[in-house]
Each structure stands twice: as C-alpha cells, then as structure tokens.
C-alpha cells in the first residue's frame, strides 16, 4: 500500500468513525502520548527498565501503528502529501549523507 493510500484510508476511517479530525494541537498532544508508548516498549523491553508487574502493554507494532495513524492524521488536516514529502526527504538525505555514515568509524 503506498503512502496517499494509506492517507486515504484514514481520512475514510476518520469520516465514518471519527466524525472529524480533532485539531491539530490536540493530535499533536496525542502523536506525543503515543510515542511515549512506544518509548516505555522500548526501555522496558531493550532497555535498562524492568515492567511493572501489571503492565501488561508491551505490542510495540500496536503502538507504532497508532504513531503512524496521528502522523497521518496530522499531514492530512494540514494537506501534506507523505508520499511526495517523503520522497523529498529522502532525496535530501542521500545527497547530504551520501558518504558520511560510510565514512563515520564509529559505525564501523
């Protein structure tokens, strides 16, 4: 699935379920929450963190999903093409970085 059918498919699932996108400050207090999920995977599951024992929330790809649908529900409210930004950003990533991790030693 590529990335405005993906946008797509949220804005669908935002109109029929959603009754309307919340604003774009409220989705950004939600993408932040939602990478803080992710973040509380992480440390618990490869960091140092131990899980408390009634944590039960360790579905790291539950949790990106959710990452990805407020991302996408944030370019969509501000009419971002993903696809199109993204293809840039990766444009501008090859040509500054081209060599640059190639040549960090402390990569080696």
């Known amino acids: 699935m590529d990335l405005k059918n993906v946008q797509n498919k ?11 996108y ?13 990478v803080g999920e992710v973040a ?3 440390a618990r599951k490869y960091g140092e963190q131990s899980s408390k024992k009634n944590d039960t929330t360790d579905n790291l ?7 990805l649908f ?12 993903l696809e199109k930004s ?7 990533k090859t040509k ?5 991790h190639k040549s960090n030693i402390k990569l080696k």
């Open 61 to 67: 790809a539950d949790e990106l999903s959710d990452v």
């Open 10 to 20: 949220v804005d669908e699932w935002i109109n029929l379920h959603g009754v309307r």
């Open 22 to 34: 919340f604003n774009e400050l409220t989705n950004m207090a939600i993408l932040t929450e939602e």
């Open 86 to 92: 993204f293809q840039q950003n990766l444009d501008k």
């Open 70 to 81: 407020v991302l996408i529900c944030l370019a969509n409210q501000t009419g971002i093409d």
């Open 96 to 100: 500054r970085d081209k060599n640059r």
């Open 40 to 42: 509380k995977i992480i």
